[in-house]
């Protein structure tokens, strides 16, 4: 059964501060690994990555991911308290049982405060 | 373009009735599924329909159901309502033409069962 584990599950940080989330997972047959942001209640997509090591980047946010180690990361410089978010983790496989269907991870709970 | 759209935003029943939940895909996106979120399991995989069949299926009851339509909207229903359904179910839509493609996902209905 595919599996991710995200952590840490809750971080509380200032404006201004850098923090790092991270994401591993197990999949059969991986196809890609894609971050959301989940404010209130529609997630929304932030990257997707399916090539090890390159990195994906827009305005403050990165993300990398390791294929032989398994896991991903999401960087967010100089946060803001908009970044206030739930950040969800999420990889799916490839093959034809798989349209449509993504394996979450648990999700990071990230409050900036002023 | 508009987004995904999911009615009613929120929902009470009481146990043992049915509900049907409702999704209008992005315009041009012929591809439905549908996941459960709850605290304790996080966001789980239903089903997912592509042009009027369901493609792929998770590891839930027969209580849930799905259709979709000619015009690519997606109904999801739930019969015999037990206290552990109450969650938000969230729809996402996509091309559905080939994998890999992201889900953009709409804002859910919060049904609650008491």
């Known amino acids: 059964e595919d599996k991710v584990v995200q952590s840490p599950l809750s971080l509380v940080v200032h404006e201004g501060d850098t923090v790092t989330l991270n994401c591993s997972y197990e999949?059969?047959?991986?196809?890609?690994l894609l971050w959301y942001k989940q404010e209130k209640k529609a997630p929304t997509f932030l990257f997707m990555l399916?090539?090890?090591?390159i990195e994906k980047k827009s305005g403050r946010l990165s993300s990398i991911l390791d294929k032989k180690e398994l896991f991903s990361i999401l960087n967010i410089t100089a946060t803001q308290t908009g970044d206030s978010a739930v950040y969800l983790c999420?990889?799916?496989?490839?093959?034809?049982?798989?349209?449509?269907?993504?394996?979450f991870g648990q999700g990071t709970i990230l409050t900036v405060h002023p | 373009k508009a987004g995904v759209t999911q009615t009613p935003r929120y929902l009470i029943k009481t146990r043992g009735q049915q509900v049907t939940l409702s999704c209008s895909p992005i315009?041009?996106?012929?591809?439905v599924s549908w996941y459960q979120q709850t605290p304790g399991q996080g966001l789980q995989f239903l089903f997912e329909?592509?042009?009027?069949?369901?493609?792929n299926k998770g590891n839930f009851p027969g209580r849930f159901s799905g259709r979709q339509f000619s015009n690519s909207r997606s109904e999801m229903n739930v019969s015999t309502l037990e206290l552990g359904d109450s969650a938000l179910y969230l729809c996402?839509?996509?091309?559905?033409?080939?994998?890999?493609?992201?889900?953009?996902f709409g804002s859910g209905t919060q049904l609650s069962v008491l």
């Open positions: 996402a839509s996509s091309r559905g033409s080939m994998m890999g493609e992201k889900l953009f």
């Open positions: 999949v059969t047959n991986f196809r890609s």
């Open positions: 399916t090539s090890s090591g």
């Open positions: 999420a990889v799916e496989a490839a093959g034809g049982t798989s349209y449509g269907k993504l394996t």
């Open positions: 315009s041009g996106h012929r591809s």
């Open positions: 329909y592509f042009s009027e069949t369901q493609r």
